[in-house]
């Protein structure tokens, strides 16, 4: 047997050789185990989750009907802010290039027409239709339909006021169409001039008149008499009816805006009444007179120099 002779203390002692490389290989074993790092486990395996949606409907787009065949059949509901919310957009022509410049022309109108909803100050709703015009801003024009009417009445003559450049507003008076309450032509005034003060705000608008027919007419002098930003006020067939007691006192009040009155020359009534207006109005008065018994929308609707008189008038010309 060897020895191995170690010096490790100042006593000398002497192991024999295998003791000596046991002793090496054990605390060789204790510096490895201590040394080990136990391995990370594996990365999970990720699956990818797929998300898988329903495919949305298509929807074709709904065509623009022009207002000259909407027909405004009713049952318009809902107040609309204009126009901040429903903004008229019109598409414009494409440019043309003519010697080297590129001409664009003015935009042609969608054609489109907003409803709305106002309410007065006892609760009732009137119902009404916004149509814009071709170019704005443009001047704006009230209609008021005549008695057993409603705002359908002016169907026909919509269109032709779009086209010569004018914002037009139609209502349903108290009674009418699809508008509450009950009929009473002695709160048509107090309700135009609440309708028309909102009209004055919507974008797009650059000042306005009112007018109408028979005793929507007269109402409209009546209404535009005591509300500001009136430029002024037509009436076509005008009657007098339960107006009969205020018109001169209404007619002092609407001061020197100018006033345009239209009737059928066999219609007697209605030229007694422009031949009164005529006789207390202080301002830029101007009668038309057309042949025939013709009254109201119809009248309108069959003479086309009162269509372009009407539209000139209310642009200022």
Same mark, same amino acid.
């Not at 002497?14 to 490389?21: E, L, R, T, V």
């Not at 015009?133 to 269109?159: N, Q, T």
């Not at 009155?261 to 009668?287: H, K, N, P, T, W």
């Given at each position: 047997?060897?020895?191995?002779?170690?010096?490790?203390?100042?006593?000398?002692?002497?192991?024999?050789?295998?003791?000596?490389?046991?002793?090496?290989?054990?605390?060789?074993?204790?510096?490895?185990?201590?040394?080990?790092?136990?391995?990370?486990?594996?990365?999970?395996?990720?699956?990818?989750?797929?998300?898988?949606?329903?495919?949305?409907?298509?929807?074709?787009?709904?065509?623009?009907?022009? @207002?000259?065949?909407?027909? &405004?059949?009713?049952?318009?509901?809902?107040?609309?802010?204009?126009?901040?919310?429903?903004?008229?957009?019109?598409?414009?022509?494409?440019?043309?290039?003519?010697?080297?410049?590129?001409?664009?022309?003015?935009?042609?109108?969608?054609?489109?027409?907003?409803?709305?909803?106002?309410?007065?100050?006892?609760?009732?709703?009137?119902?009404?239709?916004?149509?814009?015009?071709?170019?704005?801003?443009?001047?704006?024009?009230?209609?008021?339909?005549?008695?057993?009417?409603?705002?359908?009445?002016?169907?026909?003559?919509?269109?032709?006021?779009?086209?010569?450049?004018?914002?037009?507003?139609?209502?349903? /008076?108290?009674?009418?169409?699809?508008?509450?309450?009950?009929?009473?032509? &002695? @709160?048509?005034?107090?309700?135009?001039?609440?309708?028309?003060?909102?009209?004055?705000?919507?974008?797009?608008?650059?000042?306005?008149? =009112?007018?109408?027919?028979? =005793?929507?007419?007269?109402?409209?002098?009546? @209404?535009?008499?005591?509300? &500001?930003?009136?430029?002024?006020?037509? @009436?076509?067939?005008?009657?007098?009816?339960?107006?009969?007691?205020?018109?001169?006192?209404?007619?002092?009040?609407?001061?020197?805006?100018?006033?345009?009155?239209?009737?059928?020359?066999?219609?007697?009534?209605?030229?007694?009444?422009?031949?009164? =207006?005529?006789?207390?109005?202080?301002?830029?008065?101007?009668? /038309?007179?057309?042949?025939?018994?013709?009254?109201?929308?119809?009248?309108?609707?069959?003479?086309?120099?009162?269509?372009?008189?009407?539209?000139?008038?209310?642009?200022?010309?």
């Amino acid at each position: 047997m060897s020895y191995i002779r170690l010096n490790a203390s100042p006593h000398r002692r002497i192991f024999p050789a295998s003791m000596a490389g046991g002793l090496s290989l054990f605390l060789l074993g204790l510096f490895i185990a201590a040394c080990e790092v136990e391995p990370l486990p594996p990365d999970p395996t990720i699956t990818p989750t797929i998300y898988l949606l329903p495919a949305s409907p298509t929807v074709n787009p709904a065509p623009v009907t022009p @207002a000259s065949s909407e027909g &405004d059949g009713g049952g318009d509901s809902g107040d609309v802010a204009l126009l901040g919310t429903h903004v008229l957009e019109f598409t414009p022509a494409a440019p043309e290039v003519i010697g080297g410049a590129t001409i664009t022309p003015p935009p042609a109108a969608t054609e489109q027409s907003i409803p709305m909803n106002f309410v007065m100050d006892d609760g009732v709703s009137l119902a009404g239709r916004f149509y814009g015009a071709p170019v704005r801003p443009a001047p704006a024009l009230l209609l008021v339909h005549g008695a057993g009417e409603d705002r359908r009445v002016w169907m026909e003559v919509v269109p032709l006021l779009q086209q010569g450049g004018l914002n037009v507003l139609i209502i349903d /008076l108290r009674g009418a169409g699809d508008s509450g309450g009950r009929l009473a032509w &002695d @709160a048509v005034p107090s309700d135009l001039r609440a309708i028309f003060s909102r009209l004055l705000t919507l974008p797009g608008v650059r000042g306005a008149a =009112m007018g109408g027919v028979g =005793m929507g007419g007269t109402a409209a002098i009546l @209404a535009c008499a005591e509300v &500001d930003g009136c430029r002024g006020a037509f @009436a076509v067939s005008p009657q007098t009816g339960v107006f009969d007691p205020t018109l001169n006192e209404a007619l002092t009040i609407y001061g020197v805006r100018p006033l345009l009155l239209a009737y059928g020359s066999e219609d007697a009534e209605s030229a007694a009444v422009v031949s009164r =207006m005529a006789a207390a109005e202080r301002g830029a008065i101007r009668q /038309l007179t057309y042949s025939g018994a013709g009254q109201g929308v119809a009248l309108i609707t069959a003479e086309s120099a009162l269509q372009e008189a009407l539209i000139a008038w209310v642009r200022g010309g």
